[in-house]
């Protein structure tokens, strides 16, 4: 792993200013922050949102924002190149070069085009350039887009693994509460584990035009973390938004802390990148064999099975009661199933996804 590297992910509401124009002075400060940092010897990733909201504000004419996907992708085309003008201009000041890589999320599916992403983000660094991501919202069907940057962020800071991954956005981090609904709420300074507690505490709290969300910042954390990438929900508008973030001062922000078993970047592509192509309901047998043996799942051990899954693609293995245990690629395909007692999951090949 990078011991320092950053990929910093600033969201819709953070970006753009009321009118839905860009906001420079907001991308002006985070730039001086990324060339603060690399000076101190961190390699540093952007990831940006934005290009929607900003299309919109040049061609929607005062209306309301549309929702039919056709439309979005076609907006984000107008506002892609107003953001990379305005990041351009942020690091112009310093001499520093942009570089536009936008990502769907099937180059995260196939393991050759990820490989790939992440030699083209190598050979930016090695030229000083620093990556602007987003994702390619304009070609992407709505079906596999990612729709939000949060996760994408989090499979980037995977992708060159990251040390931290910094989610800026326009809340102090994650609260106890919506503070729109309990004025009460207070910041969490430190998140040692992800579990549902706080999943329900994240709620479905959106900003009125970003994608995200606390819930998916949280679910964005939980990738990053398990691919023992720290993690950090802080403020954008703010001085010196990034260096404090990673700095490492528990006043600023939520940080999530990396689990210290990380999972191999090939398991965390296993775990979260790639979409799953059936299930694999399993007994009890094979549930302990797999969680507290650490074995490979065998034929014997499936009860049921679904999807219409190949060699090689990733399925999800439930346990008896229905719960999702493990994911992983199967070494059989669907129609082959009932023949024989080979290994149909290796253990190379799987993710337990219980451990807290
Ligand atoms: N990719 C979208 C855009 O640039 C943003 C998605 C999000 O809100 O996170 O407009």
Known sequence: MASRSVVVKIGTSSVTDHEGGVAQDVL?????DVVALRRDGWSVVVVTSGAITAGWSVVGDGRSRP????????VSAVGQPLLMDAWRRAFGVHDVSVGQVLLAPLDFSHRGQYLHARSTLEALATLGVVAIV???DAVADEEIRFGDNDRLAALVANLVTASHLVLLTDTAGLLT???RLDPSATLIDVV???????????GRSRSGVGSGGMASKVAAARIATWSGVTTIIAPAREDAPLVRAVGGGREFGTTFEARTERLSARKAWIAFAVASSGVLVINQGALVALEHHGRSLLRV??????????EGDAVEIHGPKGEVIA????????DAMHEGDDVVVHRDDLVLL???
């Open 134 to 136: 987003n994702e390619n």
């Open 327 to 334: 994911k992983g690629l199967v070494r059989v395909n669907a």
């Open 354 to 356: 219980r451990r807290a």
């Open 301 to 310: 051990g499936i009860e049921t099975f679904s999807g219409d899954f190949y």
């Open 67 to 74: 929702t039919d996907s056709i439309t979005l992708q076609a």
């Open 192 to 202: 040692t584990s992800i579990d549902t507690s706080l999943a329900n505490v994240a």
């Open 177 to 179: 509460a919506d503070p």
């Open 28 to 32: 002006d400060i985070v730039a001086a």
